[in-house]
Nanobody
Framework: EVQLVESGGGLVQPGGSLRLSCVASGFTFSSYDMNWVRQAPGKGLEWVSSANNGGETFYADSVKGRFTISRDNAKNTVYLQMNNLKPEDTAMYYC??????????????????WGQGTQVTVSS
């Protein structure tokens, strides 16, 4: 059974930092592109960042320079370090195992495997 379990979300003030983690099981982690996708209240899915199975990383313009994705294939874990958080970063953050090219263009729950999400709230 495929499982993706996110953690690390919470309430943080603007300018603060959080580190999200996603532990995967039930598939060959190292073979998959790993991604973070978010959904703000009342809005659609937004691709955030990807670490492909070759170790390359990619970011949406809205988070470039503030977020850093990394993966540890030995631990089947992908991380998202989020710095200088802004209120507009408030969203549910999902870990997704799927082709990053497709997910970045057409983020939808029909692609790959999704975790249950972790809530990030940026507010003073």
């Amino acid at each position: 059974e495929v499982q993706l379990v996110e953690s690390g979300g919470g309430l943080v003030q603007p300018g603060g930092s959080l580190r999200l983690s996603c532990v995967a099981s039930g598939f060959t982690f190292s073979s998959y592109d790993m991604n973070w996708v978010r959904q703000a209240p009342g809005k659609g899915l937004e691709w955030v960042s990807s670490a492909n199975n070759g170790g390359e990383t990619f970011y949406a313009d809205s988070v470039k320079g503030r977020f850093t994705i990394s993966r540890d294939n030995a631990k089947n874990t992908v991380y998202l370090q989020m710095n200088n958080l802004k209120p507009e970063d408030t969203a549910m953050y999902y870990c997704v195992a799927a082709s990053w090219v497709l997910l970045a263009k057409f983020p939808n729950r029909g692609l790959g495997h999704w975790g249950q999400g972790t809530q990030v709230t940026v507010s003073s």
